[in-house]
């Protein structure tokens, strides 16, 4: 939510925003003295330690010219990037077959993010509702009742791969 304790679902999520969603929902806490890691995040702010403790991990990389950008808009698919690495979710390169699971015209197999939008799919983090039919938009802003429903949606893969082990260790 917001200072105001309103959460506005219809508000977009930047790249800053994210990443501290994210660390909250795994229960990740950033370590102190990942700071300074690119020259737009300033020293001191609030999402300093989240970006750069991101970028130490190598959950994220920022942009060819070397900055992070953390007041942009996160668009879907860099949101579904930050969301595998962080959580840890194993995320493949895929072929033509894997196509039918990918089906947007708006999709390029060859995209750099096509693989975390498949996984998403594989996952069951994708789709969401209003995010159904033949466009995904990979380039639209999320928005923050999006990013809450990845990341529920996430949690909800995450308990359930938990149970399915304990389940199998139970019956071993």
Known sequence: GNP???FY???TVNRA???KMLYKATGKTPDPLNIRCFPDVASGSWYESFVCDSAAQRFVQGYADGTFRPADPV???E???MITQIFGI???NITDADREVVKFVDVSIAAWYTKY???SFEKGILPIAGQEGARFYPDSPLTRGEAAAYIYNTLLVDLNEER???SSSDAA
């Open 164 to 166: 399915q082990k304990s």
């Open 75 to 77: 668009n879907r698919v």
């Open 117 to 119: 939008l498949y996984a």
């Open 9 to 11: 679902p219809d508000k």
């Open 79 to 81: 949101a579904l990037k």
């Open 17 to 19: 925003e994210m990443l």
């Open 90 to 92: 194993h995320v493949e």
């Open 4 to 6: 105001d304790g309103n």
